[in-house]
Each structure stands twice: as C-alpha cells, then as structure tokens.
C-alpha cells in the first residue's frame, strides 16, 4: 500500500504519514518537544502491534492523544496497524444519573482537535462530542478515533457522542466509541421507537464486549423530522436507557417546508415535552444558529423554559452563560415556590385535603411545580451535577 497521511496542519493538529517498511520514525517539530513526540510514536507502534511501519510527524501543537489517534488511524489505514487498547490507561467513567441537570449540551466537532481543547471547562451541564452533521464523509473515519482517544483523556462530568444514523455510519461510530465509555449516546434522526430499541439492544452486545455494565449507556433520541414528532411519545418510553429527548429545528423545519419561527416550531416543541413529560424524561431544545445574538437566545430559552423544556443546545461556549440564565428561576418564582410548599406542608400536618394561596386552588400539579423550581434553584446554586 502506498503512503497514507491523517491530519491537518491546523492549530493543535498533526499530520502523520505512514507505510509500510522499516521501523523508522521522523519527527518535525520544535526541539523541546521533538523527544516526546519520539516516544510517543514508540509507544503507539507498539500498542498498535505495527512492527514494520515508517512513520513521520509533522506537528502543529498537537496534544499527545491527537497525535496518538492521527497516528493509529494511519497505522490501521495503511493495513500495518491494529487498534489500540485501553490496556495503556483510560478513564473509567460512573454512570450518568438520569435526573442530572442538563441545561445545555455544548456540540464539539469531532474532528477539530482546536475546538476540543478545555471544552469541559466551560461550564456546559454536557458535552456532545459530535460524529455526524460536524464531521465530512472523508474524515469519518479518523474522527471517531480521535473522540475515542479524547474520551480516553479527559474526565467529562457527562458526556455524550453523537453518532450517525445507523443506517450509514452509526454501527462503525459504536464499534469505535465505546471503548471509551462514555454516558451516553445521541441517536439523530429519531423516527420510532424500533429505532431506538435497536440502538439500545446493539449497546448492550458492545458493552458486554468491552467490560461495561450492560444498560448503563444512556440515549438521547434527537428527533428532527416530521415523523419523528408524531412518534415522539413512543421513542420517548422506547426503552430505559432513554433518559432525555431533544429537538433538531433546523432538520424539522427543511422536512415539513417551514421557516423556522416560533410559531412554525410550537406543535413539534410541545409534542416532544408532553411526550418527554409523559414518559418521566427530560427534553431538551434545539441549538440556536446565531452565535452574537445574545438577546434573542436569551428570549428563545425563556420562551422553551415556559413550554416545559429542560434544557438547551448550544454550538459555542459563548452561549452557555446565556442558557443557564434562561433557565435559572427568578427570585419571585422560587419565594413564590417555597410559599407553595410550605402551605401544603402545613395543610398536609393539619390533615386538611384543599388548599389555597391568594384566593387560588393548589393542587398537585401546581406543587410538584413548585418543588420542581425549588429543586432546580438548589441544583444551580450548587453549581453543576446531579
């Protein structure tokens, strides 16, 4: 086979060129680094069982699991190569709770190494690690070794990958991926609960075969066409794994010929959170396409908050701040919450069965409400996690 290059010259990126021939490795980089890289390229050689194989690295600040990844996918693609194990470390993730506060999920593109940098530092509620919209066919493959490698590197505090379509190249994005054991995986294109039942069966074959506790992998059905909508009740209670449902508007309003409004997008929103509701999940909200405009993002979450969405996507750290304050209750609302709670407490004491704050009813609903506000305030105060 002739020579096979991975990477790009982009800032935090490598590019590594292998064939088959003797054991030789040429690195261009920086003195001070030159000797880590060296080893680093022995290392992965070996891990790779790839005993004849030249190997040259050009580097461009990449950090070692990129140039780790770049040079396995290389190894694998020129035929001398295998994949490497996770006998060399990895981080050995607890399972996500499926009540966790999940006000944003922040998309990563999977194949940028820049953009993946301190990406867990910013703040989001979760990472989406993505493998589909943000990621051209021919880079596919290098791709999902590279999140399989970050995934290896980084402690998330959740995490999730989106995969594609299981159809194209979402079976290939599994194999890959679990190994690294992340919480969760977004499953695009959601249209029925087979769907998402066959996604769950296949994770449960793949966490067997990789040491992980079987049923522990959570989904994320993202629905994003018209008949995902109409079938969100029945992907929304598909399985248990499910553990929250989210919007795509962008996908929906190009299926169905609409413009993206907020009128246009009004049914498929209360759809998915009557169905998520329903079912006893979480649902969360499309991303929002403009980046600098801080003001409308604000009011399109407040808007979704009052709808009963649970959280939001986000395309930029920049946005996240925006989000959380979209969805933080305002004083009134939690003073209004802890009056709730406490009258019914009272009530409840006293065995009195009907209840009334300002000449208005309080019935279950409007507690459960009220606990839910005050449960949020708590969550945020406490800052990120379950």
């Known amino acids: ?40 390229a022995e290392q992965t050689l070996d891990r790779c069982k790839a005993a004849q194989a030249s190997v040259e690295v050009k580097d461009f600040g990449a950090l070692d699991y990129v140039v780790t990844a770049r040079l396995e996918t290389a ?27 999940r006000r944003t999920r922040l998309y990563v593109p999977g194949n940028n190494p820049r953009l993946q940098v301190g990406i867990e530092l910013h703040g989001a509620d979760c990472i989406l690690l993505d493998l589909e919209d943000s990621v051209p066919p021919s880079e596919k493959v290098s791709s999902r070794v590279l999140v399989r490698h970050l995934l290896w590197t980084v402690a998330f505090d959740e995490v999730w990958v989106r995969i ?9 994005d599994l ?24 996604l769950s069966q296949r994770l449960a074959e793949l966490e067997s075969a990789n040491g992980v506790a079987v049923g522990t992998t959570k989904i994320m059905p993202i629905v994003e066409t018209a008949k995902g909508v109409l079938h969100a009740e029945q992907i929304a209670a598909a399985d248990p794994r499910v553990v929250v449902m989210a ?3 962008e996908d929906f309003t190009r299926d169905v010929g609409s413009k993206r409004t907020r009128e246009s997008l009004l049914f498929a929103r209360s759809q998915l959170v009557a169905a998520a509701r329903s079912a006893g ?15 409308a993002l604000l009011e399109e979450t407040q808007h979704v908050r009052e709808l009963g969405f649970d959280g939001k996507g ?33 009530a409840e004491a006293q065995g009195i069965g009907a209840i009334a704050i300002g000449g208005k009813m309080i019935d279950r609903p409007v507690l459960e409400r009220a606990r839910r506000t005050l449960m949020l305030a708590q969550r945020m105060s406490a800052g990120r996690g379950s």
Do not use: W
Not at 4 to 13: A, H, L, P
């Open 75 to 101: 190894l694998r693609e020129s035929g001398v190569g295998e994949r490497c194990d996770t006998a060399h470390g990895g981080i050995d993730r607890e399972p996500t709770a499926a009540d966790r506060l």
């Open 175 to 198: 194999v890959e991926i679990l190994p690294g054991r992340p919480h969760g995986i977004c499953l695009p294109k959601a249209e029925s609960a087979e769907d998402v039942v066959h």
């Open 314 to 346: 986000a395309i930029n750290p920049r946005q996240i701040a925006v989000i959380h304050g979209g969805f933080a209750p305002t004083p009134a609302e939690i003073e209004h919450a802890k009056r709730v709670v406490s009258v019914a407490e009272e």
């Open 1 to 40: 086979m002739s020579q096979v290059q991975i990477g790009t010259e982009n800032k935090g990126d490598c590019i590594v060129r292998v064939e088959r021939g003797d054991a030789v490795i040429r690195i261009d980089a920086k003195p001070l680094v030159e000797p880590g890289l060296r080893h680093l």
């Open 164 to 172: 594609n379509p299981l159809a194209t190249y979402g079976e290939e």
């Open 281 to 295: 999940i979480q649902a969360s909200d499309t991303v929002f396409a403009d980046v600098d405009n801080r003001e």
């Open 247 to 249: 919007f795509g508007a």
